[in-house]
């Protein structure tokens, strides 16, 4: 089984407050990340954990947390959302997580619109 | 700036036909990955080619790797309508090879 699951798959927020996004997987992969895709752009990387390590991007540093307390759950935490966080949010796990390329496995998304 | 890009933002053929979409990327790269997003869905990978290799396939798919003028292409022969998606092309680049970088995607419509 090759899914990754995330929850919710829609989230209304209102500007200010705080959003907790979910995602977990199966397959004992050591690495999870999560990305910010808008319409017409790339996804973007925000950060992710290889094991228990946590690495966020330098230019979304202070934007998003993140936790993951098993192998198989990750978090994407927004302290105080603001209208430039409405995007489809996506998880993915790869099997490595150290220096080499590998396939990652993509969840369906969830889509954050901040009023 | 984006490290890779695909060249068109969106295509279109009739079933049957075969379609190229092309990928150019920034930096040295120790391998290339192309995922198609259907509509609803997250994306999923199509290919995966390392550095070393010239060319790869996936039934329909072919894939080729060219890391002279740093620049790909994904071939689809035969189309089908389930072929409509958005395909990117996404690279690594040191030191975090486990880490992909995508392009906008090209978004492919095939009809009837």
């Known amino acids: 089984d090759t899914t990754v699951k995330q929850n919710p798959r829609y989230k209304l927020a209102r500007v200010g407050k705080p959003v907790n996004l979910i995602c977990s997987q199966t397959?004992?992969?050591?690495?999870m990340y999560w990305y910010q895709k808008k319409p017409n752009q790339a996804p973007k990387l925000l950060l992710f954990?290889?094991?228990?390590?946590?690495?966020r991007e330098a230019d979304t540093f202070e934007k998003f947390q993140s936790s993951r307390p098993n192998n198989s759950f990750c978090s994407l935490y927004i302290g105080s959302a603001g209208l430039e966080y409405s995007a489809m949010y996506l998880c993915?796990?790869?099997?490595?997580?150290?220096?080499?390329?590998?396939?990652?496995?993509f969840g369906p998304g969830t889509r954050l619109l901040v009023l | 700036s984006q490290l890779a890009e695909e060249n068109l933002w969106a295509l279109s053929v009739h079933e049957g036909e075969s379609v190229t979409v092309n990928c150019s990327y920034k930096t040295s790269i120790t391998a290339l990955q192309w995922y198609r997003q259907k509509s609803g869905e997250g994306p999923a990978q199509l290919i995966l080619?390392?550095?070393?290799?010239r060319e790869k396939r996936n039934g329909r798919l072919r894939a080729t790797l060219d890391t002279s003028s740093q620049s790909s292409s994904l071939s689809i022969t035969a189309t089908r309508c389930e072929d409509t998606a958005v395909y990117f092309c996404?690279?690594?680049?040191?030191?975090?090879?486990?880490?992909?970088?995508f392009g906008s995607g090209t978004k492919l419509t095939v009809e009837p």
């Open positions: 397959m004992n992969h050591d690495t």
């Open positions: 996404a690279t690594d680049a040191w030191p975090n090879y486990n880490v992909l970088y």
């Open positions: 954990y290889y094991d228990k390590i946590l690495n």
């Open positions: 993915a796990s790869s099997l490595l997580g150290g220096r080499d390329q590998d396939t990652q496995y």
């Open positions: 080619i390392r550095s070393n290799e």
